[in-house]
């Protein structure tokens, strides 16, 4: 029977392509990986692979044509796969009883570009009643911790996925009944679920694919399927060595490299299928080494590509906060009786926003051939938190429209929620330009990479009371703290940057013209 293949996320941002061109025909049999068709975003032409092995046969589109993400491409029918079997995948369930029905609560979208998330924590069991908006489990992403509620009430049926598990976007989460409903099926949540169920079966593979000589496969080109099937088993794509063009690795390829490593076959075999995740961390000859993911695997690649792609340069001075601290001193306990937590970052941050006023260039972005650059109304500063699961850098919208107990309430919000790992996507996204407050834990003086695709950030080192001079030439006790600015240097010069902080100082150090200028 015929299986629709659904077009998966082929870029951040992306919703739709263009059919450039099919590589096959209606009626044609295809194998695993071989491309299907190139499609043209607005970013780059994609080429589409298969991800079974199968006759091709219906094409949903015409050349030129516009298609959906997540909307089916193409249909086959998969080599080795019963009418009956895809029939029960594709068929919604239903339960016997006409008062309640099963349904499929499908993985929302959750965080652009996010298409996989691992199962943290099961907040439910099978078998539980749940209410509407309930959390039923707690999943991890690359960016944040992420809830998910419950859109009915009924009782869980079926845990679709163990603790430690990666899940897919857009595919089964879980199953429930739900009373007092209409079983009408969701054919999209359908397809979803045959597609991701058929993903894990394995697929024949030619037995010429591994007769070609064998090298290290660095960059572990691989389908989705074949990458799921390597996590099942726990085996590194890079250790395995492809068969396929430009090494690609199959699933072959994986069998092949198990058979050849006994030792590491025996302990996969050996190994029982716990509902707690085996710990992926491994030591041998006095070493540990773990895998890096999630917020460290994500900061990771965001570090590399601003460090590749933007010029960085880096300005430093001192600001005198003495008069700050002093009037903070002030207003604390009164504030805090009306629960608003006034620590400094607030006045860091408005004092940002007004300068930003004066000098625009400071909350712009370029795009990526440097031609264009965009000035953005809204300033949406980010702060980066040191939270226990990675650097979190949640932003604050729309500071120039809010007073300094708005932006402490925000402050406090956000800090509560990256520390607990549980900041919301919408948090994450649209920041415009960064401070980070590396001075809380130590140091005076850092060289901050750019949060791209921003083109500037602000390193706060510790306060220090040190000894300077007054105008009068007395030695007196001042509040210091050193601050580093490192900027884009093909849109910020020194100069513009050196002039934007000592107006963005003098807020600081005079609270009183601060305030003049918020009025």
């Known amino acids: 029977m015929s299986k629709d293949f659904i077009l998966p996320d082929i870029g951040e941002g992306i919703v739709e392509c263009e059919i450039v061109e099919w590589l096959v025909a209606e009626g044609e049999s295809v194998k695993e990986d071989q491309p299907i068709c190139d ?9 589409i692979p298969a991800v079974h092995d199968g006759v091709i046969s219906k094409l949903y589109y015409a050349k030129g044509d516009i298609a959906k993400v997540h909307a089916p491409l193409f249909a ?11 029939e029960q995948m ?61 859109k009915y009430t009924g009782k869980v049926e079926k845990l679709y996925y163990q603790k430690g598990d990666i899940a897919a976007v857009h595919s089964p989460l879980f199953q429930m009944s739900i009373a007092g409903q209409s079983a009408e099926p969701d054919v999209s949540s359908a397809v979803v679920k045959a597609q991701t169920n058929a993903a894990t079966k394995p697929a ?55 058979n050849e490593t006994p030792s590491q076959a025996a302990s996969q075999q050996a190994a029982p299928k716990a509902a707690e995740p085996v710990s992926t961390t491994a030591s041998a000859g006095g070493r540990r080494v773990e895998p890096i993911k999630g917020i460290k695997a994500a900061m990771a690649k965001q570090m590399v590509a601003s460090v590749s792609t933007i010029p960085h340069f880096t300005f430093c001075d001192e600001i005198d906060l003495t008069k700050l601290i002093a009037m903070r001193s002030e207003l604390k306990e009164q ?53 226990k699961i990675g650097l979190l850098v949640p932003n604050i919208k729309s500071c120039q429209s809010k007073s300094i107990v708005d932006v402490a309430n925000e402050v406090t919000r956000l800090t509560e929620a990256a520390r607990d790992g549980r900041v919301s996507p919408d948090d994450l996204k649209g920041g415009t330009i960064s401070i980070s407050n590396i001075g809380a834990i130590g140091g005076t003086i850092a060289t901050p990479i750019i949060n791209k695709p921003e083109v500037a950030i602000v390193a706060l080192g510790k306060l220090q009371h040190l000894p300077r001079f007054d105008a009068q030439g007395n030695v007196i006790s001042a509040a210091i703290m ?36 918020m009025s």
């Open 90 to 150: 594709q068929a919604p369930a239903v339960t016997t009883g006409s008062a309640e029905h099963l349904e499929d609560f499908i993985l929302p979208d959750i965080g652009e570009g996010i298409v996989e998330c691992e199962i943290v924590e099961w907040l439910v069991s099978e078998g539980d009643e749940i209410v509407e908006d309930q959390a039923v489990c707690d999943v991890m992403t690359d960016k944040a911790l992420v809830q998910i509620p419950a």
């Open 482 to 517: 050193q601050v580093s600015w490192s900027g884009d240097h093909r849109v910020i010069d020194g100069g513009t940057i050196a002039r934007f902080n000592n107006l963005w100082k003098s807020y600081l150090e005079d609270p009183a013209k601060m305030m003049m200028a």
């Open 76 to 86: 086959m029918d998969v080599d080795g796969e019963a009418p009956t079997q895809s």
């Open 204 to 258: 024949q593979k030619p037995a010429a694919s591994t007769n070609s000589s064998k090298q290290l496969n660095k960059k572990a080109v691989a389908s989705p399927a074949v990458r799921r099937k390597a996590r099942e088993l726990d085996v590194d794509l890079t250790q395995v060595p492809g068969s396929g063009k430009n090494g690609r690795i199959y699933k072959q390829d994986i069998e092949d490299f198990l």
């Open 39 to 47: 499609v043209m975003t607005d970013k780059a032409l994609v080429q």
């Open 335 to 387: 504030y805090k009786q009306q629960g608003v937590k006034l620590t400094m970052m607030p006045f860091f941050i408005k004092a940002l926003s007004l300068a930003i006023k004066q000098f625009p260039v400071l909350n712009s972005q370029v795009n990526d051939d440097c031609s264009e650059l965009t000035y953005f109304v809204d300033h949406n500063i980010g702060m980066a938190v040191d939270s």
